[in-house]
């Protein structure tokens, strides 16, 4: 059914299905009584399957590194390559169609976009940056840079310490997706709502940061401001103009991305040193 509704209609029918699905399981969102199956699995699946999102929730999973969600994520993993390997051409002639605009983009060649239509407006010619080596140079330069920072940061702070509950697996999977989507070429704003997955979490290390634990601090508080900084900047016109586009969307935007990747990355590195201990414990 998945399959289907990706085929037959467009990405963001089922934005605010899957949003209040996910709300509706974690108990955020009240769900009525004829609308209690948004929030079951089955119906979660679907809706990951249209939007076509279903390998960046894996990814987001296996950071968990339990073995329930090792296995969720193989297994849907697998139906997910079989899936992309049958609509290849598909995606090929989608990609030709749908192109990046320096507004309604967030990726990584949107700011390079950008300075072309900042030059055209000085009157100068363009220099098709975003068609060259330099962008997908200066993403794996900021995702070389999150891995640096999260390999330092993982025995020096104890900050950004992810819950087992929903709130946690919630900005693990907003996360996950924004991470993902800013390495897409056809990703529009209105993707960014999957960063409200994120905010639970976030408020959830303001609350203790108020109660007087001395293990959430100003990087917390950063990310958030980052997040809802995003959040505006991207969905108000304002954020788009002339004078503010470089350097306050598509910079918060890019940063973003590598504090999204450095905690993705901080988590993961955590999880597999308590794996391996483990193991040695096991051994011994």
């Given at each position: 059914?998945?399959?289907?509704?990706?085929?037959?209609?467009?990405?963001?029918v089922?934005?605010?299905?899957?949003?209040?699905?996910?709300?509706?399981?974690?108990?955020?969102?009240?769900?009525?009584?004829?609308?209690?199956?948004?929030?079951?699995?089955?119906?979660?699946?679907?809706f990951?399957?249209?939007?076509?999102?279903?390998p960046?929730?894996?990814?987001?999973?296996?950071?968990?590194?339990?073995?329930q969600?090792?296995?969720?994520?193989?297994?849907?993993?697998?139906?997910?390559?079989?899936?992309?390997?049958?609509?290849?051409?598909?995606?090929?002639?989608?990609?030709?169609?749908?192109?990046?605009t320096?507004?309604?983009?967030?990726?990584?060649?949107?700011?390079?976009?950008?300075?072309?239509?900042?030059?055209?407006?000085?009157?100068?010619?363009?220099?098709?940056?975003?068609?060259?080596?330099?962008?997908?140079?200066?993403?794996?330069g900021?995702?070389?840079?999150?891995?640096?920072?999260?390999?330092?940061?993982?025995?020096?702070?104890?900050?950004?310490?992810?819950?087992?509950?929903?709130a946690?697996t919630?900005?693990?999977?907003?996360?996950?997706?924004?991470?993902?989507?800013?390495?897409?070429?056809?990703?529009?704003i209105?993707?960014?709502?999957?960063?409200?997955?994120c905010?639970?979490?976030?408020?959830?290390?303001?609350?203790?940061?108020?109660?007087?634990?001395?293990?959430?601090g100003?990087?917390?508080l950063?990310?958030?401001?980052?997040?809802?900084?995003?959040?505006?900047?991207?969905?108000?016109?304002?954020?788009?103009s002339v004078?503010?586009?470089?350097?306050?969307?598509?910079?918060?935007?890019?940063?973003?991305f590598?504090?999204?990747?450095?905690v993705?990355?901080?988590?993961f590195?955590?999880?597999?040193?308590?794996?391996?201990?483990?193991?040695?414990?096991?051994?011994?």
């Open positions: 059914m998945g399959i289907g509704l990706s085929a037959s209609a467009g990405f963001r089922f934005v605010p299905l899957l949003v209040a699905g996910i709300g509706g399981r974690f108990g955020w969102v009240p769900l009525t009584e004829h609308f209690h199956w948004l929030g079951e699995w089955p119906a979660l699946i679907c990951g399957i249209a939007l076509k999102i279903i960046v929730f894996c990814v987001s999973l296996i950071i968990r590194l339990s073995k969600t090792l296995l969720f994520a193989c297994t849907v993993s697998a139906f997910s390559v079989f899936y992309f390997y049958e609509i290849f051409d598909y995606l090929l002639l989608i990609r030709r169609n749908v192109p990046s320096f507004i309604l983009s967030y990726g990584y060649k949107a700011a390079f976009m950008g300075i072309d239509h900042l030059r055209a407006l000085a009157g100068l010619s363009p220099i098709h940056l975003e068609e060259t080596w330099v962008p997908a140079l200066t993403v794996a900021v995702l070389m840079g999150a891995g640096a920072f999260a390999l330092r940061a993982r025995g020096q702070i104890e900050s950004f310490a992810i819950s087992a509950s929903s946690g919630a900005f693990l999977f907003g996360a996950g997706i924004y991470c993902g989507t800013y390495l897409l070429r056809t990703n529009f209105y993707r960014l709502m999957f960063l409200l997955l905010i639970p979490q976030l408020q959830d290390w303001q609350t203790e940061r108020g109660n007087g634990n001395q293990s959430t100003n990087a917390e950063g990310l958030y401001a980052t997040v809802v900084g995003a959040l505006w900047l991207n969905g108000n016109a304002n954020g788009h004078s503010a586009f470089l350097v306050l969307p598509q910079i918060l935007n890019l940063i973003l590598f504090s999204m990747s450095a993705l990355v901080l988590v590195l955590r999880g597999l040193s308590v794996a391996v201990c483990g193991l040695r414990r096991a051994k011994n």
